[in-house]
């Protein structure tokens, strides 16, 4: 892993309870990679939170889309000054970026009610999730 990257926190979460607990990244984990490079994104359960950006604050330097290992950021914006766009379907929750931003532009929100499911409620009704949104 490189310095630069940082740890994706996530965890097995059920409603019986939390079956283990890994601090990732996507150059070691084979299901952090799945879902950056592949666009896996039934890998894992997203957070409840998601990237928002504050415009006015951001200078469009680049530092966060660095740091972002699933490619939910990137620089654009109309001639004369980039910002940062944000793909929201990519967006993981994990909050790196937040952390990269030397301007404080970037903060987790909480996600609107329904778009995270919630936790399966044991890991068998997970492998049945997983195997039902792969056909």
């Not at 940062?84 to 929100?109: H, N, Q, S, T």
């Amino acid at each position: 892993m490189t310095e630069e990257a940082g740890l994706v926190h996530s965890s097995g979460n059920y409603r019986d309870g939390i079956d283990y607990f890994c601090n990732c990244c996507t150059c070691c984990c084979g299901i952090m990679r799945g879902i950056a490079e592949y666009g896996i994104m039934s890998a894992v359960a997203r957070a409840d939170f998601q990237i928002a950006v504050d415009a006015g604050s951001c200078v469009g330097c680049g530092a966060c889309v660095g740091r972002c290992q699933f490619k939910a950021l990137s620089l654009a914006g109309p001639a004369g000054g980039e910002a940062i766009a944000v793909d929201l379907a990519r967006c993981m929750g994990c909050g790196l970026c937040v952390l990269a931003c030397p301007r404080g532009a970037l903060r987790l929100e909480r996600r609107k009610a329904g778009e995270a499911p919630p936790p399966p409620a044991d890991i068998a009704e997970w492998r049945a999730l997983r195997a039902s949104g792969r056909g």
